[in-house]
């Protein structure tokens, strides 16, 4: 139990530094005059697949998993130290959703409360030398054991299908 209690919440210390990639950009409201066709691209982990799908073959390995988090991390990463404060998280995935978001405000106080509360115990758990930041040393072995959990036929590539809850 304790096991996946800990890959739990290291799953999600990775959501939340690429939680952008799996945001939907808001579609434009469409014009009375005529109807606004959206093509609307991949969605939740599927967007960070082919985000991080650098080689455009439809799989992502364990180093374009790995580059995009790096990225993602890095980008999270106000003041360059190579590490994340709770605040630099926090700030970083504020300024995601209001970039993804725009005028649609914030989420309800309920939900707020739910993730700053899940965002403790993640950094808490992602937090191994319990310094108050965590770097990617601490995060990848995290991400590694995740990316290998979900790689179904071990083949050491992801593709949407071993995605849990892809529906074709």
Do not use: Y
């Not at 290291?10 to 939340?16: F, G, M, P, Q, R």
């Amino acid at each position: 139990m304790n096991r996946f209690l800990t890959l739990g919440v290291l799953s999600a210390t990775i959501v939340a530094t690429s939680l952008p990639a799996f945001a939907q950009a808001p579609a434009p409201a469409p014009n009375s005059q005529t109807q606004v066709q959206v093509e609307r691209g991949p969605r939740g982990p599927a967007r960070f697949l082919a985000m991080a799908d650098t080689d455009r073959d439809g799989r992502v390995t364990e180093a374009e998993a790995l580059n995009a988090l790096s990225a993602r991390f890095a980008e999270a990463d106000a003041n360059k130290d190579g590490g994340l404060t709770k605040d630099e998280l926090t700030a970083f995935l504020q300024s995601q959703w209001q970039a993804h978001r725009g005028d649609r405000g914030a989420p309800p106080e309920r939900a707020r409360q739910a993730m700053e509360t899940r965002l403790d115990a993640i950094f808490r758990a992602a937090d191994a030398d319990r310094d108050g930041r965590v770097t990617m040393d601490e995060v990848r072995p995290i991400a590694l054991a995740l990316f290998r959990a979900a790689d179904k036929n071990n083949d050491g590539a992801l593709e949407v299908s071993e995605l849990r809850g892809h529906r074709r």
